[in-house]
C-alpha cells in the first residue's frame, strides 16, 4: 500500500516532527522521494520550520495594545477644547494620588510635631535649624523618659505579680486529697496562700513603691 | 585521520562567527519581514497556531489551552497554516534554507 499525494500533506508536519511510526515513516518516504510536487513541499516546509525557528522574537510595537483597543472596541473620542487642556488633572484625580497626598500629609505633621514647629503661630525661630535641633532633641528624651519609666514600671507589676503568685511556679503541684482540705478550724495555713497574708504583701509592696525605696534584690523578702 | 588543533579552532570559529555575519543577519531581518507578509495572508485560525508553534515555541498542549480547541484541530491547524505558508512564500519568491 502506497500512499498519496493528500496522505503526505495530511502528515507532513507529523514526519518533520518525528511523530510517524517507522512503517508510516517509510510509506512517507516512499511516496515523497519519487513525486516531485511533494518532495518539493517537504523541502520548502522543512526549510520554513528551520527559518521560523531561527528568527529571534519580534518585539511587540508600541502602539500594539492602542491598535487592539481601536480595533475590539472602536477608536476613542480625542479630547478636544479645554478638556484637552486640563486632561492632565484626570491623573491627579484618582483615588491612589489622594491616599499617596494623604500619606505625605500625616508624614509632614509627624515630623513636625516631633520637630516642634507651631503651625498655627508659626515664627521664623521655628524654621531656624538650630531650634529645630533642640526641639528634636528634647521630644527624642522625652520620648526616651517615657519608655524607660513604662518598661520600669511594667517591672515592678511583673515582679509583684510574681511574688503574691508563688505557687503557680512552685515545682509540687497542689495536692487535692480530701485529707488535705481543711478539716478543723484551728489548722494553719501557708502565709501566702492566706487571703490576709496577701493583702498585707501588697499593701507593704505599695508602702515601699509609694516611698520610693524599692529594694532591689525582691527575691530575697518573705 | 585527525585534524590538526588549529584547523579544529577555525572551523569552530567560523561555525560560531555564521549566526552573526552581517549578511547573515540582513538575510535573517529580511525573511522576518516576508514572513511577517506572508503570515498575514493566513486566515486567523492557522495565522495564531503557526505563531504559537513556530515562533512562539509553544507545545501541542499548551496551544490547546489557548486557542481552546481538541489537540487534534491544533495539530491540523499548524500542518495547513506550515504548508499554506511555504506556498505563499513560495509565490513571493522566497525560498527560505
Not at chain 1, 511587540?60 to 480625542?78: E, Q
Not at chain 1, 501566702?192 to 513603691?209: F, G, H, Q
Not at chain 2, 503570515?39 to 489557548?66: C, F, N, T
Request: aromatic share 6%.
Amino acid at each position: 500500500m502506497n500512499w498519496n499525494c493528500e496522505q503526505i500533506e495530511a502528515r507532513l508536519s507529523d514526519y518533520l516532527e518525528g511523530a510517524l511510526t517507522p512503517e508510516e515513516a517509510a510509506l512517507f518516504v516512499n511516496h515523497s522521494s519519487t513525486c516531485g510536487q511533494c518532495k518539493e513541499l517537504v523541502a520548502s516546509v522543512r526549510g520554513l520550520i528551520g527559518a521560523m525557528h531561527a528568527l529571534e522574537p519580534v518585539a511587540a510595537p508600541a502602539n500594539l495594545v492602542t491598535a487592539i483597543l481601536n480595533g475590539t472596541l472602536g477608536p476613542r473620542p480625542s479630547a478636544s477644547g479645554w478638556r484637552a487642556w486640563f486632561g492632565w488633572t484626570r491623573v491627579i484625580m484618582q483615588p491612589r494620588f489622594a491616599y499617596g497626598a494623604l500619606t505625605v500629609l500625616i508624614t509632614l505633621g509627624v515630623v513636625s510635631e516631633a520637630l516642634g514647629i507651631q503651625w498655627r503661630t508659626p515664627t521664623v525661630a521655628d524654621l531656624n535649624p538650630v531650634n529645630l535641633y533642640r526641639s528634636f532633641d528634647r521630644q527624642a528624651h522625652l520620648a526616651y523618659a517615657k519608655g524607660s519609666k513604662f518598661v520600669g514600671d511594667l517591672r515592678v507589676v511583673y515582679e509583684i505579680k510574681s511574688r503574691l503568685e508563688p505557687s503557680d511556679q512552685d515545682s509540687t503541684p497542689p495536692q487535692k486529697t480530701p485529707a488535705a482540705a481543711p478539716s478543723s478550724p484551728g489548722q494553719s495555713q501557708t502565709p501566702l496562700s492566706s487571703p490576709l497574708n496577701r493583702a498585707e504583701s501588697v499593701e507593704n509592696y505599695l508602702t515601699r513603691l509609694a516611698c520610693g525605696v524599692w529594694i532591689a534584690p525582691v527575691r530575697s523578702m518573705p | 585521520m585527525t585534524d590538526s588543533m588549529e584547523d579544529v579552532m577555525t572551523q569552530v570559529e567560523e561555525k560560531e562567527s555564521a549566526g552573526r555575519r552581517p549578511d547573515h543577519v540582513a538575510a535573517v531581518a529580511e525573511l522576518g519581514e516576508h514572513l511577517q507578509k506572508a503570515l498575514g495572508k493566513l486566515s486567523p485560525d492557522l495565522r495564531e497556531a503557526v505563531i504559537l508553534r513556530d515562533l512562539e515555541g509553544l507545545d501541542y498542549s499548551e496551544i490547546r489551552q489557548v486557542l481552546e480547541v481538541p489537540e487534534g484541530t491544533v495539530k491540523s491547524r499548524i500542518n495547513r497554516g506550515r504548508i499554506e505558508l511555504a506556498r505563499v512564500l513560495n509565490e513571493m519568491g522566497v525560498r527560505p534554507n
